[in-house]
């Protein structure tokens, strides 16, 4: 199964897209997702200008090879670019192998440990009116478990609550954190603020919504480990399914002394890349949900791996799906979230009509469970003339300064 071709589209249907198009010397055609959120032209240049070329006249179906050459003949390892660069190869391969096969992606990867994936959206708001009627809409969507983001008085900004709808007459709660500008924007924080704030909301949402509702909060790395514990603790008595990226997670012992103190459960590693970032973080329990994403840890291949390593150590899986992991991106992410044994929960964001036009998909969303469907390879097609009309427009995600200017992690 010899590769022919393989081309980098560049597409922003509402927002930026990378994806690598691998073509075999029998026609089949291969889709891999290589987008960076606000860094999108890096991935870009790295695929077309160095990988590309390396790719041509290989063997498709050499998939552990590919991803071992691409990987050791780099000789400069890890990091978010490179590694969505062989993540986009590496799900095209994917993608052409089970098509090749005549199976969806997930009967490769052992089939079906589960008849549909558990997903949670994002309920969000200015105020707790605003907050509980966002749950309400995600409860009528049919979801099962929630992520809740709330406002914080004294900040003007905060991530996950939109100060307007991301759409002109779009929903309160529909955020879109990456915008269309040529500079970042400016938000502010203060974390005194948001750790007198947080457990007030949780109260108020248990306390109309009941104990059962799976609930979830992402802390997006804004905590050092001491207010992280604190937090954790005062979470406590209204049971989350998981707290997020609590500390900026580069230094994996920070996640020790958060350990000690709470027993609320831990998810971590949108940011990560590699099964590196997390070698302590799973060896020693530290957390219980990794959060990588399939197109920014080097594709199916390095996240089966990643999960299986984590499955010794009873740590789950709870995959990345913000609206900046592509429609093949996400269904990679489906087809492993199908067939792993330690599938914990699933991210879901949906992307807006423009997306859908360009990437057509066949997973479904119904009762609050995803399933990748079972068309051959991932089950999403590219419609590049769909693609083409809409060209790269320049995107980046907000940044932070404290109160005295300060530049704080966003
Ligand atoms: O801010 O993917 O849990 N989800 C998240 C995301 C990230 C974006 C950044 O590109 O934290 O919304
Ligand atoms: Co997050």
């Known amino acids: 199964m010899k590769i022919v071709a393989a081309e980098v589209v560049v597409t922003s249907p509402g927002r930026n897209f990378v994806t690598l198009k691998i073509t075999t010397e029998d026609g089949l055609i291969g889709l891999g997702d290589g987008t ?3 860094r999108e032209l890096a991935v870009a240049s790295y695929l077309r200008d160095h990988v590309v070329p390396l790719l041509l006249g290989r063997d498709a179906h050499a998939i552990e090879d590919t991803w071992q050459f691409l990987y050791r003949s780099a000789y400069w390892r890890r990091g978010p670019v490179t590694m969505s660069a062989i993540a986009a190869v590496d799900v095209a391969l994917w993608d052409l192998k089970a098509k090749a096969a005549g199976m969806p992606l ?6 079906a440990s589960r008849t549909g994936i558990l997903a949670y959206g994002h309920a969000s708001g200015r105020d707790t009116d605003e907050l509980f009627d966002s749950i309400r809409h995600h409860l009528e969507l049919g979801f099962r478990a929630i992520r809740v983001q709330t406002a914080v008085p004294g900040i003007d900004a905060v991530y996950g609550v939109p100060t307007r709808p991301a759409t002109p007459g779009g929903r309160h709660d529909d955020y879109e954190p990456a915008q269309r500008s040529p500079l970042p924007a400016e938000e502010d924080w203060d974390t005194t603020a948001y750790l007198r704030h947080i457990p007030t909301v949780f109260e108020a949402v248990r306390s109309e919504f009941g104990p059962e509702l799976p609930l979830l909060h992402d802390g997006h790395h804004r905590m050092t480990p001491i207010q992280a514990a604190r937090l954790g603790k005062a979470l406590e008595p209204y049971d989350l399914f998981w707290l997020e990226d609590c500390t900026p997670a580069e230094n994996q012992e920070a996640l020790r002394l958060v350990r000690q103190h709470t027993t609320t459960p831990l998810a971590i590693g949108e940011v990560f890349n590699s099964v590196w970032d997390y070698q302590t973080l799973i060896r020693e329990q530290l957390i219980d949900y990794v959060r990588s994403s399939v197109t920014h840890t080097g594709g199916i291949t390095a996240m089966r791996k990643l ?3 984590a499955a010794l150590y009873q740590v789950k899986s709870g995959i990345h799906g913000p609206t900046d992991i592509s429609p093949v991106g996400m269904a990679a992410a489906l087809h492993l979230d199908l067939a792993i044994h ?9 992307h807006g009509p423009l997306t859908n036009e360009v990437f057509r998909q066949t997973y479904t969303f119904e009762d609050g469970y995803l399933h990748p469907g079972d068309e051959p390879g991932l089950g999403v097609e590219l419609d590049e003339e769909a693609a ?19 530049v704080h992690d966003w």
């Open 36 to 38: 960076l959120n606000g």
């Open 106 to 111: 997930y009967q490769l990867l052992g089939g």
């Open 307 to 309: 999960l299986d390593y």
């Open 342 to 350: 330690n599938f914990g929960v699933q991210e879901l964001m949906p």
């Open 388 to 406: 083409a009309r809409f060209p790269y427009e320049p995107a980046y995600l907000p940044f932070n300064r404290l109160k005295d200017g300060t």
